[in-house]
């Protein structure tokens, strides 16, 4: 079994739930938070199967929102300084990142 921390029992609960419907099989449990932790008393995680822990981390990383894929160019109006940009990954105006590989975020 391998564990997955931290989340919040709503986190928790949720991805409980996709864990579930998917058939992978877990054991969720909680352990007394930190003074400074931002999920209150105490914050869950879980234990998966060896076997299915890249099926549950990737299911987790679906939950948040982060996808693997490719980076997206980006058209629209820049929210910093307004100007139209059209299939960039960076204003030309102000220099503001448009866009970014979500990949980058799940290393830390």
């Known amino acids: 079994m ?20 998917q058939g992978i099989s877990f054991e969720r ?5 930190s003074a400074k932790n931002k999920y ?4 869950y995680f879980f234990c998966v199967p ?17 996808l693997d894929g490719p980076v997206e160019a980006v058209s629209g109006t820049c929210p910093a300084c307004g100007a139209t940009v059209t299939n960039v990954f960076e204003c030309p105006e102000c220099g503001l990142t448009l866009s970014f ?4 975020l799940m290393k830390n």
Do not use: C, V
């Open 40 to 43: 209150g008393l105490y914050t």
């Open 2 to 21: 391998k564990i997955i921390p931290e989340f919040s029992m709503e986190e928790a609960e949720a991805i409980g739930d996709i864990f579930d419907k």
């Open 101 to 104: 590989d979500q990949r980058d």
């Open 29 to 33: 449990d909680a352990s007394p938070a």
């Open 50 to 66: 060896d076997d299915r822990f890249e099926d549950a981390i990737q299911m987790i990383k679906s939950y948040y929102g982060f």
